[in-house]
């Protein structure tokens, strides 16, 4: 039991869907080009993987095999109506900004794959549980990302001027690329801290 | 013979150009997958060159309906999954009828060459963009050719990385993306700064 | 005794050349450059030079001491950083040359392995990404002739480059000898051709670079420009404005020869050549920017090892030429034989054809069935933090 509840909260950083697993960096790379486009896909990721997570710890397993993932598509598109209800009061042109990257999420590979092959095994609470660190690992890094290439890109935050642009080329999806990678390297390094103070513990006790 | 050849010059566009993965970042979680599997890359192109053909001549009139309505921003994905969910079932009973020795696993296969960001993007680019018949189809045969394409480059890219004293925090997705994020990179300095919305 | 003998290890170089001679005589080469560059746009072009190689050796030191290693000295950071400013404006903002170097550097070099391991071009993907970055500074050019202040924004005038004339399919209105000596508008390093390849035939000369990159890639550059030219007149007057705008022959003897990048064997630098001739040649005639060659030089970059790879190959089968012949002629007598007896034998070998094919088919859909059982433990494996998985499921 602990060790499935440590193992969901690992979803947050350790094992943190985007950073180390490598899952969602398509729509970072390209559509979350400042804070209010990553409101937008952390809105977006939030109604697509938990309930749709719930909806496989539930029903999936009686559902006849080769048509779950059929069910989950569905299920996650008619999650977007709410979603797309939810950041349109995000600002007026949140739509053309984020362009279709937030609705590309209904079938990205959490709500498809992670659902049939963790969620059908797990339990509703556990599977809400796992699908909110998921969640949680990925608002971090599109909060992170999509702030840190506002200010380079175009020097504000959340649309407020604070500086002159620093580097316009952030907000292109190479740099995007680039930096999640970076991003990546720091979540590697911080590990290996953790692992190295980890041994130099039990070596000392 | 003008449609043939606004067709090659979308399709050629699409898979050069605006690179479903250099330039438009779609299903790039998919394509590191398959670089791990190089001998399905071929396999699953043809897959999302079929599923992206079918899907765009059945979701092309309904998007002329759609289009109008205030909502397309939601309304529109929502049908181009609705029709990805259609040509799956059908896709899936035909082979379960015609091809009963392939059937094995077939649903979670064929699950994953139909449902994804890659399929999805390819149909909604062209959507939004109001093309016609003619470079909807041109451009998502364009758009899986240069999936193939560009899984290919990044698979032999990863495996030469093999060789290069790459330092231990930087090594696996790190390294992977800035490859990725380099060669985007290139491609970009080819489009220049009129990359289409 | 000390004389006679040396105690070193492993490769014992007889010769004179060695890495850092290489490096060094690359170095002396860019020099000429600077020297044309200070002649036609004052002591700017000289400090922004001094400003790239500084920067550039800083970083790359800075870098190995975040990554707790010991730096090494090492040349090609400089080498790096004296290139970049070369392929600017003499009138470039100083910050431009250093995010290009921190881009070279950070990006390029450090995360790849540094020096000898770098998949790409340092100075080309930094001059890529300033050029992306800020191209209205970076495609503007300061008329010749004329000093630049060290410091402070430029009031120099600006003047309309060759290469920019061409891509809107205009003739430049500079003779062929202008371009020749360099007093037209454009790269600070690239103008004076002259210049450039007289350094570029002291770097054959002195063997730091080989001869067939440059060779290979200019010529059927010329070819192609000389057999599609943008602009009328005559053919030749068209190819010699092709050639001798932008940064083509520059970066021929310059980027294209980067030890590291380009293929090892001389088939495939001929093979290297003649592909970034082409690619070269579509990426100014159909890119959104007025010079290709950078994006071009990254996209070439990854080809390199392919050919390498290639070479590879030709050369193991035209080195064991008689028993590869052998082998051919041994087969086609055994087809012979097999032709020369009935017919219903071939039937008999049709048949046994058939299952070879069809263990084939068995052997995919087995592989179908692996896909996708295998993803899910290598996440569970991640979760056990077992090392050895740990680092399988990370190596990609």
């Known amino acids: 039991m602990k060790s499935e509840l440590k193992e969901s909260l690992g979803y947050i950083f350790f094992k943190n869907p985007v950073l180390v697993l490598g899952l969602i960096i398509g729509h970072l790379a390209a559509g979350d080009t400042n804070l209010q486009n990553a409101a937008a896909l952390s809105i977006t990721f939030f109604f697509v993987t938990v309930p749709v997570m719930l909806f496989a710890s539930t029903i999936g397993k009686k559902i006849p095999a080769g048509f779950n993932l059929v069910c989950y598509a569905l299920f996650s598109a008619a999650m977007l109506v709410p979603a797309y209800s939810l950041s349109g009061s995000i600002s007026a042109t949140i739509f053309d900004s984020s362009g279709i990257y937030p609705a590309l999420l209904a079938v990205s590979t959490v709500p498809i794959i992670y659902s049939s092959k963790i969620a059908e095994k797990q339990t509703p609470i556990k599977a809400i549980f796992s699908g909110l660190c998921i969640t949680a690992g990925f608002i971090i890094t599109a909060v ?22 620093i580097y316009p080329a952030a907000k292109l999806p190479f740099w995007g690329f680039i930096l999640l990678g970076f991003m990546a390297a720091i979540v590697n390094w911080i590990k290996e801290i953790f692992k190295k103070s980890e041994k130099g513990e039990e070596e000392g006790a | 013979m003008s449609y043939i050849f606004q067709f090659l010059t979308m399709m050629l566009t699409a898979l050069f150009v605006e690179n479903i993965i250099f330039t438009r970042a779609l299903g790039t979680s998919w394509m590191f997958y398959l ?163 | 005794m000390k004389e006679k003998l040396m105690f070193q290890n492993a490769p014992h170089v007889r010769q004179s050349e060695s890495v850092v001679t290489m490096m060094t005589d690359v170095i002396v080469a860019l020099l000429p450059i600077y020297l044309m560059a200070f002649f036609y746009h004052g002591a700017r072009s000289l400090v922004l030079g001094l400003c790239g190689a500084l920067c550039c050796s800083v970083l790359s030191v800075l870098g190995a001491l975040l990554l707790r290693e010991k730096p090494v000295p090492d040349l090609t950071p400089i080498i790096t950083g004296l290139i970049i400013p070369l392929l600017l404006p ?71 480059s060759p290469a920019y004339s061409l891509s809107l399919g205009a003739v430049p209105d500079y003779n062929v000898l202008d371009m020749l000596l360099g007093s037209a508008p454009g790269p600070m ?47 030749f007057e068209a190819l010699c404005y092709e050639l001798f705008s932008g940064t083509v022959v520059f970066g021929a003897f310059f980027m294209l020869t980067e030890p590291v990048t380009s293929p090892k064997r001389d088939f495939g630098k001929l093979m290297a050549g003649i592909s970034s001739a082409i690619v070269v040649f579509l990426f100014r005639y159909f890119g959104g920017f007025e010079m290709g060659f950078a994006s071009a030089l990254i996209v070439m970059n990854v080809f390199s090892p392919i050919y390498d790879a290639i070479c590879e190959s030709v050369l193991h089968v035209s080195r064991h030429k008689e028993s590869f012949v052998a082998s051919i002629k041994e087969e086609t007598k055994l087809r012979k034989n097999k032709k020369e007896e009935e017919k219903p034998v071939i039937r008999v070998i049709e048949k046994a054809k058939e299952p070879e094919e069809l263990p084939e088919i068995k052997t995919e859909e087995i592989s179908e069935e692996e896909i996708l059982p295998e993803k899910e433990p290598e996440e569970i494996d991640l979760s056990e933090n077992s090392e050895e998985k740990e680092e399988e499921a990370l190596q990609l």
């Open chain 1, 144 to 165: 992170i990302l999509g702030a840190a290439r506002e200010f380079l890109g175009s020097g504000s935050l959340w649309g407020f001027k604070l500086a002159d642009a």
């Open chain 2, 35 to 197: 670089t791990k599997r190089p001998g399905e890359i071929i396999k699953y192109t043809l897959l999302l060159t079929g599923v992206t053909t079918v899907s765009g001549l059945i979701g092309y009139p309904l998007n002329g309906i759609l289009h109008g309505s205030a909502m397309r921003h939601v309304l529109v994905p929502v049908m181009y999954i609705a029709v990805m969910a259609v040509v799956y079932i059908a896709a899936y009973l035909l082979i379960k009828k015609f091809l009963p020795e392939k059937f094995e696993n077939l649903g979670i296969n064929l699950g994953t060459a139909v449902f994804n960001c890659a399929a999805l993007g390819t149909l909604l680019i062209p959507a939004n963009a109001r093309f016609d018949l003619i470079t909807t189809l041109g451009y998502g045969i364009g758009m899986s050719l240069g999936f193939g394409f560009a899984a290919i480059v990044v698979a032999y890219g990863l495996t030469r990385l093999e060789y290069c004293r790459v330092p231990k925090i930087f090594r696996g997705i790190p390294i992977a993306l800035i490859y990725l994020g380099l060669l985007s990179l290139a491609f970009y300095g080819l489009v220049g700064h009129q990359l289409p919305t």
């Open chain 3, 90 to 160: 003499a009138d470039i903002p100083y910050y431009v040359v250093i995010s290009a170097c921190a881009v070279a550097i950070f990006v390029v070099k450090i995360p790849f392995g540094g020096t000898g391991s770098n998949l790409f071009n340092p100075a080309a993907v930094g001059f890529a990404s300033v050029a992306i970055c800020w191209p209205e500074l970076v495609f503007r050019y300061p008329a010749t002739m004329q000093a630049i202040e060290i410091f402070g924004e430029s009031t120099a005038k600006i003047a309309q």
């Open chain 3, 189 to 235: 390093g690239a103008t004076n051709i002259l210049v450039v390849a007289a350094c570029g035939i002291f770097l054959i000369v002195k063997k730091a670079i080989n001869w067939i990159t440059p060779v290979s890639f200019i010529v059927p550059y010329a070819l192609l420009c000389l057999l599609f030219p943008r602009i009328g007149g005559s053919p």
